[in-house]
């Protein structure tokens, strides 16, 4: 079992939906939690980062964490065409050994006109 | 103004050839790393550098090499490239190792 497990989609939406892509994870040390989004032939970019359970919003986007059930979110309101691209989950947890982020596989998002 | 910048952006090379992949970053930060993003795009850490020091350095081949010669740079060496090799490799950077990493576009490297 992959530590971090994400719907790899093809997730398809009319154009002012909302979105909703999620991730579960199995380790429950994993204590800071990303979502970046990726275009296609571009890196990731970094759309949140978050470290305690709960909600945060920037614009659009909200990111929930609920580590009780090791579940976390991420929803887009107002979907454009431009947010079309992959999304992919990242958590961390502290060791002596540096961050090393664990990603999910990501989910193909398409937003239509 | 690119924050990491990678070169070169593709790579096609024999089998067996050594070649380099450089990353320099311009956000002022400490902490550089290389992911390796497969055919089924899982994106996995292969070394991290804190302060030009080896922090990072995941089961990854020998033949793979990084090497940090300020905290600005990171770059990659491979020797004897395999098939298997043929990935998108990525950089990124962060201020302090539990800060977001910001990525760079990728080195897309094909091995014939």
């Known amino acids: 079992q992959k530590e971090v497990e994400q719907d790899p989609g093809p997730l398809s939406v009319p154009e002012g939906a909302i979105v909703s892509l999620n991730c579960t994870y199995s380790n429950s040390a994993f204590q800071y939690f990303m979502w970046y989004r990726q275009y296609s032939r571009k890196g990731p970019e970094l759309l949140m980062y978050?470290?305690?359970?709960g909600n945060k919003e920037d614009g659009r986007f909200t990111a929930q964490v609920d580590k009780s059930s090791k579940y976390i979110s991420l929803f887009i309101r107002d979907s454009q065409p431009s947010d079309s691209a992959t999304y992919l989950c990242?958590?961390?947890?502290?060791?002596?050994?540096?961050?090393?982020?664990?990603f999910g596989t990501g989910t193909q998002l398409k937003v239509e006109l | 103004d690119t924050a990491v910048s990678q070169t070169p952006k593709y790579l096609v090379t024999q089998m067996g050839n050594d070649k380099s992949i450089k990353c320099e970053q311009n956000l002022g930060h400490d902490t550089m790393y290389w992911y390796k993003q497969d055919s089924k795009k899982f994106l996995k850490i292969m070394f991290s550098?804190?302060?030009?020091?080896?922090?990072i350095n995941e089961t990854v081949p020998n033949r793979f090499s990084p090497k940090s010669p300020d905290k600005a740079h990171l770059n990659l060496h491979i020797n004897s490239l395999e098939l298997g090799d043929s990935a998108v490799y990525f950089c990124?950077?962060?201020?302090?190792?539990?800060?977001?990493?910001?990525f760079g576009d990728g080195t897309r490297l094909s091995i014939l």
């Open positions: 550098y804190n302060n030009k020091e080896l922090i």
């Open positions: 978050t470290y305690s359970s």
């Open positions: 990124a950077s962060s201020q302090g190792v539990w800060q977001p990493q910001h």
């Open positions: 990242a958590m961390s947890k502290i060791t002596g050994g540096g961050n090393k982020l664990t």
